[in-house]
């Protein structure tokens, strides 16, 4: 799955940009492990910045905790 992300972009629309896609991919594959790997280089005042923030970390971690209990 390859998705576009602008090089400026906020959490909201960051976290929208693979949701669907991303429901989608694990309920059709009745996945049993949902992993994910992230760095901070995109968040703001590092060298990738790219305007997120550090709680954008926790919000995605609890979006996938959410969808592994409703998978």
Do not use: C
């Not at 400026?8 to 949902?34: N, S």
């Not at 990738?48 to 971690?61: E, F, V």
């Amino acid at each position: 799955m390859n998705i576009h992300v602008p090089a400026q972009i906020d959490d909201d629309d960051y976290l929208a940009l693979p949701q669907d896609a991303f429901e989608k991919w694990v309920k059709a594959f009745l996945t049993e492990i949902i992993s994910s790997n992230w760095g901070y280089d995109g968040k703001i005042g590092e060298y990738g910045d790219m305007g997120l923030t550090p709680d954008l970390h926790s919000r995605i971690a609890m979006q996938i905790k959410d969808l592994a209990r409703e998978t």
